[in-house]
Each structure stands twice: as C-alpha cells, then as structure tokens.
C-alpha cells in the first residue's frame, strides 16, 4: 500500500522469530508500504529466512508480519516475485548506462534518492537487497521530493530555469530495453544480492 497512516514503514526481525513493526500514524496496520517491504526483505536475507532467489528456506508459503491487524498482515514468496522484478529492472538500467559510459558506481561523488520513498528508505537494508549501488553511506543522498523543488527554482529563479533548460538539452535518452543484455542484467538484478559495479559482457561496449 502507499505510504499512508495504516502502512509498516519498519520492521525488524527479533532473536526469537517474531518482527517489531512501526506503523505511519500508530495505529493498527493495514498493509505494508514499500520503505517496510524493503526493510523485510532485507531481514529475511540477513537471518537466512529466505535465499538470493527470493525463496522461504523452510519451506513456509507465507509468514505474519504483524498480528496486530484485522486481517493479519501476512507476506508471500509472490509479494517477493513482484519486488523481484522491479528491483531488476532498476539495476538493469543502473549497469547499462555505468557500462555505457565506462565508470563504476564507486566513481559516483553522489547518488540521489529522491521522492517521498527515496527519503524514507533505510539505506543499509536497501542495499544488502542490491536495490541500490553497494557504495559508502557518505555517498547516499536523501533529498525528498526533488520534483517540486526543482520546480520551485525555476519559477522563481530565471537564472536556475535557463540552467535547467541547458541541461535538458544534454540529456541523453538510453534504450534500456534494446540494449543486447538488458535481459542478462534484469535477471541477475532480481536476485536479492549486493549491486556491484558493471561486469563487462562478451560483446558489450567497452
């Protein structure tokens, strides 16, 4: 569910099986919004509850979260499979325009993680499921809602605005799907492993 008063936007795995949650505005919970889901998954990987393929290690079908809801909040290896794939299709882009223009995530000086999600990932679970580079905290910016901001600063800056409008005009439109090895990065990227810096492939640019 989105981000609103009813959603886990935390969780932690505790020694004895059992997760502690905290819900947006304290009540019971609804359902789990994508800061939560991340924060699970991540313990699940870190305590062997489930693999680098998505999958229940001990062989359950699903697993309560939170009792504390009417219904239960409960997660599948599916509610997995979907995370699965958006994660590779996030990482599939991140490798092919780090491989097109030959630099490695750790030459970055700074990653954005803009958006009300971007903000409120936690940035150490986050990357022990590889949804974003396995680089230096220091290098990880959180900056909210970078949409409007810029917004901002155009209309009341014609400075920044011309600014903006040069830099529209370097932008480069990279085919992510025509690249010949998008599906060999979408895989990979939908196991839940740190995201490493680009593998260079047979055939690929150099």
Do not use: W
Not at 120 to 127: F, G, T
Not at 168 to 192: I, N
């Amino acid at each position: 569910m989105p981000g609103l008063p009813g959603a886990i936007e935390k969780v932690k795995l505790n020694a004895d099986g059992s997760f502690s949650t905290e819900v947006i505005g304290g009540g019971p919970p609804e359902g789990m919004c994508g800061s939560g889901l991340i924060d699970l998954l991540s313990e699940l990987l870190k305590h062997n509850r489930i693999n680098a393929l998505g999958r229940f290690e001990n062989g359950e079908d699903s697993i309560v979260v939170d009792q504390r809801g009417d219904p239960p909040v409960y997660f599948t290896e599916s509610d997995i499979n979907e995370l699965a794939q958006a994660k590779g299709a996030n990482v599939a882009g991140l490798q092919i325009v780090f491989q097109q223009y030959g630099i490695r995530f750790d030459n970055l000086d700074i990653f954005y993680l803009a958006g009300g999600f971007g903000r409120h990932l936690n940035v150490e679970s986050s990357k022990r499921i590889g949804l974003i580079p396995n680089i230096a905290d220091s290098k990880i910016l959180q900056v909210g809602n970078a949409s409007i901001e810029g917004a901002c600063m155009a209309l009341l800056s014609r400075t920044k605005r011309m600014e903006l409008e040069n830099l529209v005009k370097r932008v480069t439109h990279c085919r992510l799907e025509a690249h010949p090895h998008f599906f060999d990065y979408f895989v990979e990227g939908c196991q839940f492993n740190p995201a490493e810096s680009p593998k260079t492939l047979e055939g690929s640019a150099q």
